[in-house]
């Protein structure tokens, strides 16, 4: 038994690494089918744990606190928006700014609301995110382990079905891969090409503040300044892993969770191998994957390209 | 155009730093106060200056990586990976070679920009090879570079006994300036002022000229701007992202080799990225992705930094405002269409209806 | 070099966590900021960003005319080392590192951090209902080394007089930021059968209490009383009072006997290491009265507690 | 002609004027359209035809000016208001999401979802929309594949597809933005029989084209710009197409291209039997053989996508060979790199001039140098020579009267015509034994194709080998020595080029011959 429950094991760390990743690479999905680049995912992500322990700790409702999370990303996306849609800004530019002003922001407003840390104060596990699944199965049995996650990595696959649904079944999708793909097509058809940029855009910022919440309110209970470091910027090399879709940046985000799952199983058996190398092993294995399966990955033909209306 | 980009990028600065400043008046902290501080941290001493100089060093170069794989059309996310290299290398060329003084300096920084080079150049590799998007790759090596320096800091031979650091370099690797030197400049040389600051000058001379004169560089340009007009001409594509990769990744590892060879001596144990390669990518920014840009915006980036986290021991400000003015800095310099909307404002006005009209 | 004026002037230069690191920059900063309201000294603090911050904060602490400065933190080991010997006139002091040949206006300062994870190496190993109890490092080095070597040696001594045989499951982070990491080994352990882990991680440890929470299995605590954190698992945490070691010297420089040219050991018996003072909530007053037995066995040197790998073999085959 | 209601004015645009800062690119333009008629506009490159146009399906507010649809004044201020007011654009780049289906292309903006009771669920309906689309396309007799990718369908069937999109919108005045640059004979018959059918049916269809023919063949009434101003509007069976012409440029134009006898030389360059695989791994080039004789201009007719593309890149060391060989001047240069290729003695005008064919972000002076900036005197060892560079520009600017006369301009800011100057001056100043010239006037209007025409006789009449692959068949049959049909990747067929007419080539090009062949087999 135990060899499963080693499994369960893996898998469930394989899902609480993931679940932040994939709202965030989600998020990437959303803005780049538009033809809006975020380099920010980082950001905004940050901004998104900040304000969802925040106002976790404040309010008790890690719902409220969730949705703050994802307002907070919103806004700091509509930031890019403004820049990259209305003033054709360069968009890696862009993100890289929001890249320095969502984790000062976050400690700044930390300092002003916790007492100068830059650490806030950890949530009670009664107003965290629920388990739906908590206590349903014997503790550490398999099923347990794999399903006693919280309610924010269900969320997140639900989120994957959503924005795949959204992107090729619904008429919004449809303009927002079009915009991303053709703009001035989109534009001569009526399509207000700003306003679907805006939307997606924003969504984006929405979902990476809903990955930063499922770091603070979930994995764990309060925001640090080292909390989100680098997830961001995973999440975004997840989305181009699945080449811009929603289903494929899921696999590259729990292949990378798995990884990291197998890195904390071995090195809690007797192999002994440097931790220091083991460490590497998530990043090299994407690199490893990368080389041999996935190769050449091309976004939406108009990614990254500012749409200028026509007029002079 | 280029005056133009310079006046944008000066208003951008100014723009930060207002706002900077209207946020910390909104938690109650003075701005000029916070300014005041910053300006004094940075030239109240001559070795307030040289310190800002040595923070810059590395910027200055990394950011000249990442703005010269921008101009042949890559982006490279992995000037920190490569820095780690860079800096590992020479740290350990430094100490574990022993060769005469300057010659032992020229061969760490040269190994260290070579294996930087690889480095980088190996997702420039698998870009060409396999069609792999550096961005991924990169972020990816940036981690690998990361673990892979704490391995050989943790090794045994390296490691400096009863610190959480590798030994330290010999004598004869430094680039310090010999000691001595420059009485004559007060405390300028208080500071551990090395040779990193001129070579960073030097090779942002020396890509600017790789970049306009010469085959290599219109080649890179070339493919940077358009790779299927540069198949069409002749020019391989593939061996030119390869060696744009590696240029790029040999400047970042340069910056590290710098860093280590002329101020720290030894690398430590990395717990984080500390940021040189990300804070590389805005300074090309702010530079205009050129070389000798990047001077000036590396100068600014290290005394925004060393003067700016000065305001929260003297004042108790939040220093994090540093990253806030430096986020609005870039932010607006990606918007040069917003500050033309803003200058020409008035200028529009006066002109009035006929303008609307044609709009 | 005196700094005009009457009052003294103290500073200190953080480590890269910041001086609100809920750790021991901030401890460090507790007991400077509780020794200038006691003393009437004006304090002050420089946070550094990166290791690369070290050097110039020390030397803008200098030019602020400081009469002592501290550096908190093994890291800046070096760099004050620098700075004393340029500034022979400035007195200077640092945390948690011991030169071999300490200049005359150094102080070093160290915690027997091997000490307090002692005591909560044997409480874990007193509690375990499973036999097993686990220990999570931030990554190698030795101060956490200490920290590990200490508390295995607590839980091996308490299987020795307590006829035990309770087992510890040791694993490193690699990382001190990784939250997700420390959860993922901490459930790794609690599911392997160990119910308490003790933690010596940094943020990484935030994971392994987020663990103890949701599993409701015991966590210990590390640097400060981290039971706020999880009040209902945190049963102890092994204390390093900062603080007090910080408080100490100043007072010693405001008192004339500024202990120059020595590094200054805190351990048990100067108060300056310990458990959390709420430990009664949790563990039992008998096993805290053995606690305390074993303070005053430490403290009396009937009991010396290993702090590195060599040291926890000589310990554990002297058993 | 029967079609029209001369009563019903659809269209009046009144005095439009539209400035591009001080550019001035429609100047104070009449025109009026009436219902069931087809208008053709005609005018230079650059003349402000598309502008106008794209004043009338609001993608341009005018500086000044009125426009009526059907004698209501309408305030057109984005497209959304033409679409309303029945009018639908078919552009000159074609507006079409590639990676989109048929179907998806045609709803967009206007899609078809499903709606329970009174909720609109923005869930997309394909199956009731691609029966729409299946109705339609039968009604107006224009047949596509609702559910085949842009991407996999010819360049014929994405007009259809812009046509139905317009129809789909309930479109009754069509605005045709050089409809037929891009067909094959075949195709722009039918796309002639399907605008009468469609006038027919009570529609109305301005078109724009520099094809003077095709005016005499489709259009009714023909109104003329030059320079932004209108010149004439006329009755199409009044004139002649040197009238038009005349019209057009404000001067005389010489249709027939003038050429010396051909003195045929000696091989320069054997294609063996050939495969040249394209991007979905089929095989594009199937075992095509051709020989290319110095002094001689080859055409090669054929219908888009019957492996021109892959031809040329094959040719010229951009796509692998399969299998065969290509000797040029008795080397053997398959599979070699371009750079060799180049080398050798080989030059391409590439069909796509914007991706291929330069640096948009390099200066015209960068750009004069792509194939030979490794060289002498452009540069010595690997220091670039400016100096020479820039002199090399200058010149050429000169002899090839590029427009502006500024070496250091982005090729970006140059225009099509300008553009494909540079290009030609390049390759013709690398002095080839072969120039492979490939859609070189695609888009140009008469005067930049006469210069054009001008230069490729000119490398042929010194005795030099061209190898010209066009969709136009006219280009192809005035310019050529000996023509090759090009189908299914393969020569079916190779005739004397003053022997072959429109009506056999056609018939070879839409693989006619094969068929017998295969009959006869
Ligand atoms: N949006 C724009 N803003 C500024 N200039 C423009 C814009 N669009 C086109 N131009 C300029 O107008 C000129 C002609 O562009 P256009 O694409 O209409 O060329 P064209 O009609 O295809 O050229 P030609 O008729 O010479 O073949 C170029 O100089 C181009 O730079
Ligand atoms: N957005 C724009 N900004 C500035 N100039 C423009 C713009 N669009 C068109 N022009 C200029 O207006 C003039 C008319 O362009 P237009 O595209 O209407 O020409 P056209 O008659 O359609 O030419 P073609 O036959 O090449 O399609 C050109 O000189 C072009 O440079
Ligand atoms: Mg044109
Ligand atoms: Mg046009």
Redesign the pocket.
Known sequence: MNALNDLGLIIGISLMYAAPLMYTALGGVMTENSGVVNIGLEGMMTIGAFVGATVGFYSGNPWLAFLCAGLAGGVLALLHAVACVTFSADQVVSGIAINFLGPGLSLFLSRVFFDGATMTKPIPLDQKMPRPLNGVFAQNSFLDLVFNQYATVYLAFLLVFIVWYILYKTKIGLRIRAVGEHPRAADTLGIDVYKVKYLAVILSGVFAGFGGAAMSLAAVSNFRATLISGQGFIALAAMIFGKWTPQGSMWACLLFGVAQGLVVYLGGTDIRVSSQLLAMIPYVITLIILMSFVGKATGPAANGIPYEK?E? | MKENRLKFTLIAILIGLVIGAIILLAVGYNPLEAYGIMIAGVFGSPKYISWTIIKSTPLILTGISVAFAFKTGLFNIGAEGQFIVGALVATMVGYFWHLPPVLHAIVALLLACLAAGLWGGFAGFLKSKFGVNEVITTIMLNWIALYLSNFFVYWDKFKRPNSEASQKILSSASIAFPKGLGSSLGSFFDAPVNFGFIIAILVAFLIKYILNDTTLGYELRAVGFNKDAAEYGGINVKKNMVTAMMIAGAISGLAGAVHVLGVTNEISILSAMEGNGFDGIAVSLIGGNSPIGCIFAGLLFGALKYGGYKIQPMMGAPSEIINIVIGIIVFFIAMPKMIEGLTTMRSRRKRGGEVERSK | SGGGGDKLKVTMVTDVGGVNDQSFNQSAWEGLQQAGKDLDIKVSYQESHQDADFVPNLETALDAGNDLIWGIGYKLGDPILEAAKKSPDTKYAIVDFAYEDTPENVVGVVFKQEQPSFLVGYIAAKMTQTGKVGFVGGMEGDVISAFENGYHAGVEYANKVNGTNVEVIIQYAESFTDAAKGKAIANSMYQQGADIVFHAAGGVGDGVIEAAKEQDKFAIGVDRDQNYMAPDNVITSAMKRVDVGVYNVVKDLKDEKFPGGTTVVYGLEEGAVDIAPTSDKHVPKEILDEVEDLKKDIIDGKIEVPFNEDTFNDFVNSL | MNNIDFSTKVIEMKGITKK?GD?V?NDNIDLTVHKGEIHALL??????????MNVLYGLYLPTEGEIFINGEKVQITNPNIAIEKGIGMVH?HFMLVDKFTVVENIILGKETTVKKGNWNTGHLDIKRATKEVEELSQKYGLYVDPNAKIEDITVGMQQRVEILKALYRGADILILD?PTAVLTPQEIEELIQIMKSLTGQGKTIII?T?KLREIKQAADYCTI?RRGKKIDTVKVSDVSEEDLAEKMVGRQVNFVVDKKDIEKGEVVLNVDNIVVKDNRKLKAVDGLSIELHKGEILGIAGVDGNGQSELIEGLTGLRPIESGQVILNGEDITNKTPQHIIEKGMSTIPEDRQRRGLVMDFSMAENFILEKYHKEPFSHGNKLNHDEIREHAKELIDKFDVRPRNEDQLAKAL??GNQQKVIIAREVTNDPDVLIAAQPTR?L?VGAIEFVHKSLVEQRDRGKAVLLISFELDEVMNLSDRIAVIFDGKIVAVLDAKKADEKTLGYLMAGGGVDDERKQA
Request: hydrophobic residues 30%.
């Open positions: 026509n002079e | 591009f550019f690119a005018g230079e490159n650059g003349a402000g035809k598309t502008t106008l000159q050089e724009i520099h710009i225009s099509g888009g209007d």
